[in-house]
Structure formats: C-alpha cells, structure tokens
C-alpha cells in the first residue's frame, strides 16, 4: 500500500482512532443489549447535535443523498409544488430528485459564490402554495453558506415546510434546528461528522410528521417509507430492537463514538473552532494570492474552502502538483466552473499539524506552476487568526 494521505477533501474526511475502532470491532446481533443500547444512545445524541429535542431522528444505511430522497420521498405527493433555493451543485440534485416523486418545482438560483436574496424566496412563496422549500445550508460545490435561519422563518410565515440540507454542515456550522423552526436537517456520516461514509442521518419535527400522516397516497419509494423505519427508530429509542431491514451496526457503532466526541467537545466549542478554522484557512489562501468563490466573508463556509486558480496557474498541472503531496484536495464540482477551482475539506477535528500541512502543500504546488507562493507566510497568516 502506498503511504497515507491526510484527506482534506470536503468528504469522507478523517476519522479519529476511537471512531475507526469502533467499527472494526466485532459485529454485534442488531438485537443484542449492547447494540440496543448504542442505537438508543445515536438517536438520543442526534436530537443533542442538531438541537431539536422534539425532533423525529432516522438513522439509515446509506449516503447523503438517501437522506435528501427519503425527506423527499415522504413529504412530497404528486403535483404538490416544492421551491428549491440553490447555491449550486447539490440544490440542483434537490430540484432532480423532488421532480422524480411528482412534485412541481420551482428554482431560485444564485449565481456561482453568491446565495438567494431574501426578497426573492418571498416573492416566490408568495406567487405559489408551495408544500415545502428546500435550502442547501453549505453547497460543497461553491462553500457558500446560506443562513437558514431567515429562509426558515420565512418558510413558517407562508406555511410552508422547510428543508435543510446539512451535508457539509451539521457538526460544523451553527445550527440549531428546533430554534430555527426548520422542519427537517438532514446530513450523512462522512462529513463534519466524521465518521467514514454510510450512513444518511436526519432529524424530522413534529410538524413533518403530522404532513407525512396526513399523506393520502403511500410515499413513492418502499424503502424509504416512514411507515417502514419510524417504528424502527421508536423501539430502539424505548430500548427495544425492531426490524425492517438491518441496520448498518458497525457504522452505527462509530457513529456513537462519532457523536460522543462532538458532544464532548460541546457544540458551541466546535462550531467556534470550526469558524476560527475557516477564517484561518481563508487568510491563508489570501496570503498565497488566491481568490475565494464565496463572493463575501459572510457568505464562505467553515466547514470547507474553494478557490479559484490564479490566473497564470493551469489547474490540472495543479492538481498534478497536489497528488504528489502528503495532502488529497479536491478539484471543482460546478458544471460552469470546474476547471477553475479547487476545493479543500477543513471540518470534523482536522489538527493543527494537517492545516499546516495543508497551506505547505498548496503553496509548494502553486509555485511548481509558477505562481509565487510563500509557505510559511501562508500559515503565519493563519496562526495569526488561530493564535490570536
Ligand atoms: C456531500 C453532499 C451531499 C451528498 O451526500 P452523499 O453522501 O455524497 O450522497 C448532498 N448535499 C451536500 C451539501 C453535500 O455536501
């Protein structure tokens, strides 16, 4: 096996030790005490992570993007209208997905590096009866942070559903889901969770609920179903096991370790560090002569960064560059823009050490392609923000 890289792409990031030996542990009967016990803890510390105490949580095997379809799946009946406010790659993935189960969909769309303004998600929920609206928190594509916080009060104002792709931000950026009044959050283990890829989480409210037990036709996918899974996640949270289909136990085992930590940590410690990271890695990039996609500060994520190549920079030789690094970055997503950026994954409990690495390793393969950059200048830059 060739030598390990630190990954510092926006997903799967690193997990830490415990994490990973939790799940190579042996695997345990999904209606064993202990697994029991476990499944119990996640739901419960769910509800802790993404601050809904009322909240429905689902643990699912599967990838973010289940989560994504599952909340679309039994939310939405068809012709039901649904309005997507994109930042880009993953809102269009929403506009695609709420379509296949029958729903009209309206989309806003942002320009690259910028969010939907206000005045425009209300003007539209007022031209249609939407059912729900979906806000993509963080676009992986663009790092580009909506605040949902408005969207969602909005959205309750015209009564309308909201919901929340938090992929590349629940664990990471400030969120506090019942606070805000938004209906469901949902993310997947492998971003600022950190716990390798899997599994599709999400917490529904009460509110979302009710609309789903009011549905007069049976959601458009069977596994999916709420009716399949709900009373799986009601038994195991009362300490009982339940089967609909099997759980992924050993994920789900990392995940309490997973969830354990952030909750260790407490989440307004990490969503500080997370920010305090961000900003660091910013005035890094700054440093090295790079230009953001987020188009303002307020508008740029912590959890990950994305940057245009300078000019005189061809980003394959770039990206060249980087593979021979101690460092897997990732390249663009954005169909109009892919060759134009690049983008590097900063959530979860990324060190000190790998963020230095990290600046290191750009600023060497930007001056392979002729483009000066100092190292050391770069990460004093962020020691400055880090250290105060
Ligand atoms: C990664 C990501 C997804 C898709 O998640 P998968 O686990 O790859 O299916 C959806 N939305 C956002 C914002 C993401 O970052």
Redesign the pocket.
Known sequence: MSERKILMI??PIESKANVLRALGAPTLSHTSPDFIKTFGNCLEMMKKVWGAPSGQPFIMAG????A?EMAAANLIEPGDRALVVSSGY?GE?YAALLERFGARVSVLRAEPGHTVSLPDVEQALGEHRFKLMTI?????STAVRTDPLPLARLAREYGVLSIL?????VGGEVLYQEEWGIDVVLT?S??AIGVP?GL?LMVASEEAIRTWKNRKTPPGSYYADWTNWLPVMEAYAKGKPAYFGTPAVNLIMALEQGLGDILNEGLEARFERHRQTGQAFRAAMAAMGLEMIPASPDEAADTLSAAFFPEKVEGSSFMQAMAKSPVVVAGGLLPKLRSAYFRVGHMGGVSESELQTTVEAIASSLAECGQAADGKNAWDAARAVLKP
């Open positions: 926006p997903g990838s973010g993007t289940l994504m993953f993935r993509t928190h963080v676009d992986t792709d938090g992929v590349c931000s997947a492998q971003k890829p599709a």
